[in-house]
């Protein structure tokens, strides 16, 4: 079993920074991608961010320039800084993980609210 708890959610001001944390636990041998999706109000969900094993990243365009994610191998934790938050940022956010056998993990998902 593979267990992923996050933290570091809330709510924050326009402008703002938060980072997200998610660390993950369990029968791990290795972790492949390691990946943020966020899901607002009656929207579906959508990748955030993705980083590689070797560390390469990708981001949604709404986010470029504001998020950065990064990966700690050794503690199987995954961050998520958020800079120059909108309110157009504010979702749930799930962490996600695929190991080495290809299996996925979910988090159960942190609550983000930008608001004034």
């Known amino acids: 079993q593979v267990q992923l708890v996050e933290s570091g959610g809330g709510l924050v001001q326009p402008g703002g920074s938060l980072t997200l944390s998610c660390a993950a636990s369990?029968?791990?041998?290795?972790?492949?991608?390691m990946a943020w999706y966020r899901q607002a109000p009656g929207k579906k969900r959508e990748l955030v961010a993705l980083?590689?094993?070797?560390?390469?990243?990708n981001y949604a365009d709404s986010v470029k320039g504001r998020f950065a994610i990064s990966r700690d191998n050794a503690k199987n934790t995954v961050y998520l800084q958020m800079n120059s938050l909108k309110p157009e940022d504010t979702a749930v956010y799930y962490c996600?993980?695929?190991?080495?056998?290809?299996?996925?993990?979910w988090g159960q998902g942190t609550q983000v609210t930008v608001s004034s």
């Open positions: 996600n993980i695929i190991v080495h056998s290809g299996y996925a993990y």
């Open positions: 369990g029968s791990i041998f290795s972790i492949n991608l």
């Open positions: 980083i590689s094993s070797g560390g390469t990243t």
